[in-house]
């Protein structure tokens, strides 16, 4: 599986991105059989849980810094999940990753990095005050 995240760039405080995390190489199981997340790492800063979503679809979790402005979501059909980052804040920059995992429960979602089997490049979010 691998996954290749896009979207990211220079945005103004208050702004929106979609962030892009695009699954290829799906040898052994659908889109729809992964649980996504995503987290971020800021310049100095260790990498941080931002969202997930179970794959039911049911089941989100955020960071309390992002709840409300952030939203997770996924196509199936494309592949794809998302990442709309709303009412974007300087101390919103760093580095995005997506990642994916096909285990655990079917509704669970995973705020943790060991949750996951496999993760994206990352995509730099910029915002600028």
């Known amino acids: 599986v691998q996954l290749q995240a896009s979207g990211g760039g220079l945005v103004q405080a208050g702004g929106s991105l979609r962030l892009s995390c695009e699954a290829s190489?799906?040898?052994?199981?659908?889109?729809?059989?992964?649980?996504m997340g995503w987290f971020r790492q800021a310049p100095g800063k260790e990498r941080e849980f931002v969202a997930a979503?179970?794959?039911?679809?049911?089941?989100?979790a955020y960071a309390g810094s992002v709840k409300g402005r952030f939203a997770i979501s996924k196509d199936n059909a494309l592949k794809t999940a998302y990442l709309l980052m709303n009412s974007l804040k300087p101390e919103d920059t760093a580095v995005y990753y997506c990642?994916?995992?096909?285990?655990?429960?079917?509704?669970?979602?995973?705020?943790?990095?060991?949750?996951?089997?496999?993760w994206g490049q990352g995509t730099q979010v910029t915002v600028s005050s």
């Open positions: 990642a994916a995992t096909a285990r655990g429960p079917y509704n669970s979602k995973h705020g943790r990095e060991s949750d996951y089997d496999y």
């Open positions: 979503i179970s794959r039911s679809e049911r089941a989100f």
């Open positions: 190489q799906l040898t052994f199981a659908t889109f729809r059989d992964f649980a």
